[in-house]
């Protein structure tokens, strides 16, 4: 039995965000070091099901196909925060009118939309590493050398948009990703994280060539607010190759097979895809301290092999999943289920 390929690299440790403010409270930052390093050991655990490969370098010119050169240039201007500081942005200017200047930090509320993605000196390293473990998982998976692989890519990436980063999120990996995939096939992306993948469903907005679809809280109470309702459908030859559905907090397994086999399943079956990304989140998990949907350890496994039965080529990408004690346990499950793809 072949094993499935993890990408990482330990750069992407560097960066540790420490603080964000919840309703004017200060909060130790979810979004740590040590959820990744949950999702390696349970891994490491498993020699026998699992390559842990150490991903190379992404190409410059991968990251600037999805992102602008504004942004990239306010990520190395991080790099010159001092060392053990970090900057929040905290001045976020009517984008119609402000002149952005990207060699200035102060500038940075211009290139994001909440007060929850710090940058520091380390942001750039951290970010650009994540976004390699899910090009190169992709790049495995388009080169047919895999039927499935996994990039354990952190910091997250599916709320991170064209030219602006926010909800943790920088680079958009599970974008870069299908930016890859798409030279050799139509991509869908499904987004099983709990909250909305905004930046994912902005950048293929007007694609007919990637299908984004969707499952999660609703955005009248949770992260992003602004986005993810089942009105926003794409626009101009976009026009139906966006979905969003939404399930009610406390939802658990039942209403999430059930939407996966009704809606999802004939939705990407439907568009008829070379590959599948999965960007998959566990704040999906019955003790996420952020999201509000009841999944347990055993359940991931079941909405692995579910995804499985489309029978794609598939390359996972980490996304969000803040209770990290389980996180990893909850990944390993959900690659278990995927298993199916190998033989
Ligand atoms: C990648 C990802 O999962 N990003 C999520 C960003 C969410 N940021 C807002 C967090 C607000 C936390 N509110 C706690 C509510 C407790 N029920
Ligand atoms: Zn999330």
Same mark, same amino acid.
């Given at each position: 039995m072949d094993k499935i390929p993890v990408f990482f690299n330990i750069e992407q440790l560097n960066f540790q965000p420490k603080y964000e403010w919840v309703l004017g409270k200060k909060i130790k930052h979810p979004e740590t070091t040590r959820r990744a390093q949950s999702i390696y050991r349970a891994l490491k655990k498993e020699p026998e099901a699992f390559d842990i490969i150490t991903t190379p370098e992404i190409p410059l010119l991968a990251l600037r196909q999805t992102h602008n050169s504004q942004l990239i240039t306010l990520y190395s201007t991080a790099q010159n925060i001092p060392e !053990?500081? #970090? *900057?929040?942005? $905290?001045?976020?200017?009517?984008r119609k009118t402000a002149q952005p200047d990207p060699n200035n930090i102060n500038h940075a509320g211009f290139f994001c939309f909440d007060s929850g993605t710090p940058l520091n000196?380390? #942001?750039? #390293?951290?970010?650009?590493? %994540?976004?390699? %473990?899910?090009?190169h998982a992709a790049k495995q998976v388009g080169r047919g050398k895999s039927r499935v692989a996994y990039a354990l890519s952190r910091p997250p !990436?599916?709320?991170?948009?064209?030219? %602006? *980063?926010? !909800?943790? $999120?920088?680079?958009?990996?599970?974008?870069?990703?299908?930016r890859e995939l798409r030279k050799k096939g139509r991509v869908a992306i499904v987004d099983i994280d709990f909250h909305h993948g905004n930046g994912t469903q902005d950048i293929f907005y007007e694609n007919d060539q990637v299908l984004t679809i969707s499952i999660h809280g609703n955005p009248k109470r949770h992260f992003p607010f602004f986005a993810g309702f089942p009105e926003e459908v794409g626009s101009g030859k976009g026009k139906g190759f966006n979905m969003n559905i939404i399930l009610?907090?406390? %939802? !658990? @397994?039942?209403?999430? @097979?059930?939407?996966?086999? #009704?809606i999802v399943l004939p939705a990407v079956q439907h568009f008829e895809p070379d590959y599948l990304i999965i960007a998959a989140g566990f704040d999906t998990y019955i003790h996420d301290p952020i999201g509000s949907f009841e999944l347990s350890t055993q359940d991931y496994e079941k909405i692995g092999q579910v995804l499985a039965s489309i029978k794609l080529p598939t390359t996972v990408i980490q996304e969000g999943g803040y209770f990290t004690r389980d996180l990893g346990d909850n990944v390993v499950s959900f690659l278990k289920g995927l298993k199916g793809l190998l033989s």
């Open positions: !053990g500081e #970090t *900057f929040h942005p $905290c001045v976020f200017p009517q000196n380390n #942001t750039w #390293t951290a970010a650009t590493w %994540s976004a390699a %473990s899910a090009y !990436g599916h709320h991170a948009n064209k030219e %602006s *980063f926010g !909800g943790y $999120c920088y680079f958009n990996n599970a974008a870069i990703a299908a009610p907090d406390g %939802s !658990g @397994l039942k209403p999430y @097979l059930k939407t996966l086999k #009704t």
